[in-house]
C-alpha cells in the first residue's frame, strides 16, 4: 500500500483525494501514508544545490587567477548581446574618467556588446587596438566599434586608418603618419583593453576569420587574441606576420591594468583559458554555459 500510495502521488501526479477514491479510503489516510513513505525511504526529496551565476563566476575567478570576471545566465537568444550589461558593470568599476583611454579589438562578441550599449563615460579616449582589415564582414570594422563606443561613452574616439598586416616597409610609412601616431601611443597607457577571443583555425572557417595562409598554418593554435595566438598551455606561437602587425603587443596587453575577454561558447573554453594563460586577458565576460565548460575543461 505504501509503494501503490506514493507512486500514485509522487510519479503519476494524482492528489490525495483521487487517491483516496480510487482506493476507498480517506484522504487522512492517503496523508499518512505518504508521511509513512518519506519517513521509511520508499519516497526521498532532493532539492538540487545548482550553481548561480555568481558562484560560477567566483569559481572562475579562483580557477583561472582572473582579476575579474561576470557570468549572465544564458538566455534562449541573444548571448553576445547579453554580455553587454556585466561589461558595463565591470567598467563602471574600472572608475573611467576624463582621458582614460579604452582599447577596443574585433570580433563578434566585441560588436554586439557595442551594439547593445555602453555606459555613459564623458571625456574617455577610445582607440583601436588593432589595424583595420579589408574584409566587409561587420565583426572586423574596428575603427566603427571606437566610434560607437566613443558615441556611447560621450567620449574621443581614435582611428587607425592602416591594415593590420602590411608589409614590413609599409608598417614603417604608416607608423611615422601623425594621426597613427598618436593613437598607436594610446597603447602605451590604456586603462581598459575590450577584446574578442579567436578559435583556432581548425575549427573556424578561414572565411569566417579572414586568417591568411600563414596563418591557417598554425595548427597547434587553441585560439588568438589580436591575431596573437598561442597554444594550449598559453605559449605563444610565432608566426611570418607576426613582426608586422600593426596591433598592440602581447607586452602591451599585459601591462593593462583590466583587459577584458568577450566570449560566449562553449567551443571557446580551451582558447579562453589559454588567453588567460598566456597573460592577454585577466578578466572575462561570459555567459553560464560557456563558464561551465571552462571549469570542466579545468578539473
Known amino acids: 500500500m505504501l509503494h501503490t500510495v506514493a507512486k500514485l502521488h509522487y510519479v503519476e501526479e494524482m492528489s490525495q483525494v483521487d487517491i483516496a477514491r480510487r482506493l476507498g479510503v480517506s484522504t487522512a489516510t492517503i496523508s499518512r501514508l505518504l508521511q509513512r513513505a518519506r519517513a521509511e525511504g520508499i519516497v ?32 534562449a537568444a541573444g548571448t553576445l548581446a547579453a554580455l553587454a ?3 558595463g558593470g565591470l567598467l563602471r568599476q574600472a572608475q573611467l574618467v ?29 582607440v583601436a587596438a588593432t589595424g583595420g582589415m579589408q574584409q566587409q564582414a561587420a565583426h572586423f570594422q574596428v575603427n566603427e566599434f571606437v566610434r560607437l563606443a566613443a558615441e556611447e561613452f560621450g567620449g574621443t574616439p581614435h582611428f587607425i586608418h592602416a591594415p593590420y598586416l602590411p608589409s614590413s616597409e609599409l608598417r614603417e ?4 603618419d601623425t594621426a597613427i601616431r598618436d593613437a ?12 574578442g577571443i579567436g578559435l583556432p583555425h581548425a575549427i573556424n ?17 587553441a585560439g588568438d587574441v589580436l591575431r596573437h ?59 553560464t554555459k560557456t563558464a561551465q565548460a571552462i571549469l570542466a575543461a579545468l578539473a
Open 173 to 176: 610609412v604608416f607608423l611615422r
Open 205 to 221: 572557417a578561414p572565411e569566417a576569420s579572414a586568417a591568411t595562409p600563414s596563418e591557417q598554418a598554425l595548427v597547434h593554435a
Open 44 to 75: 526521498r526529496i532532493e532539492v538540487l544545490d545548482l550553481a548561480t551565476p555568481e558562484d560560477i563566476t567566483r569559481q572562475l575567478i579562483d580557477g583561472l587567477k582572473l582579476r575579474d570576471a561576470a557570468v549572465v545566465e544564458t538566455p
Open 98 to 126: 576624463a582621458g582614460s583611454v579604452v582599447a577596443i579589438g574585433w570580433g563578434r562578441a566585441v560588436r554586439e556588446v557595442i551594439r547593445a550599449g555602453l555606459p555613459r563615460m564623458p571625456g574617455v579616449l577610445t
Open 85 to 87: 550589461a556585466p561589461l
Open 184 to 195: 598607436v601611443a594610446l597603447w602605451e597607457r590604456t586603462d581598459v583593453a575590450i577584446v
Open 229 to 287: 595566438y598561442f597554444d594550449a598551455e598559453g605559449t605563444l606561437i610565432a608566426w611570418e606576420g607576426e613582426s608586422r602587425m600593426i596591433a598592440m603587443s602581447p607586452a602591451q596587453l599585459r601591462a593593462v591594468p583590466l583587459v577584458i575577454g568577450l566570449a560566449a561558447s562553449p567551443e571557446k573554453a580551451t582558447a579562453i583559458i589559454a588567453a588567460v594563460r598566456a597573460g592577454l586577458i585577466n578578466t572575462l565576460v561570459t555567459d
